[in-house]
């Protein structure tokens, strides 16, 4: 199993920014699509954003035109840069590899990084 290290939450008005890291091992980052998912407190996991090994981005209708994904290849880093942020976006945010099945997905969930936005 290996867990993916996400960093960069914390505490912030509505209305700012936030710029989330994920640490990811090179063997697996080179290849591989990456994404971002959130839980919100008695919610399921939900998916927010996904860039594929060649840059190309999805995002989903609640966070489109607000939150930029990104990855450093050189770094093996993805990051989550949220701007205008709302008290909705309050979740744990996970990083992982969204075209893998479920299964596969669940031996590389991490702790997550916790953002909360407050109104």
């Known amino acids: 199993q290996v867990q993916l290290v996400e960093s960069g939450g914390g505490l912030v008005q509505a209305g700012g920014s936030l710029r989330l890291s994920c640490a990811v091992p090179g063997s697996i980052f080179s290849v591989n699509s990456m994404g971002w998912y959130r839980q919100a407190p008695g919610k399921q996991r939900e998916w927010v954003a996904t860039?594929?090994?060649?840059?190309?981005?999805n995002y989903a209708d609640t966070v489109k035109g607000r939150f930029t994904i990104s990855r450093d290849n050189t770094k093996n880093t993805l990051y989550l840069q949220m701007n205008s942020l709302k008290p909705e976006d309050t979740a744990v945010y996970y990083c992982n590899l969204p075209a893998r099945s479920p299964r596969e997905r669940a031996m590389y969930w991490g702790q997550g990084t916790q953002v909360t936005v407050s109104s």
């Open positions: 860039i594929t090994s060649g840059g190309t981005t």
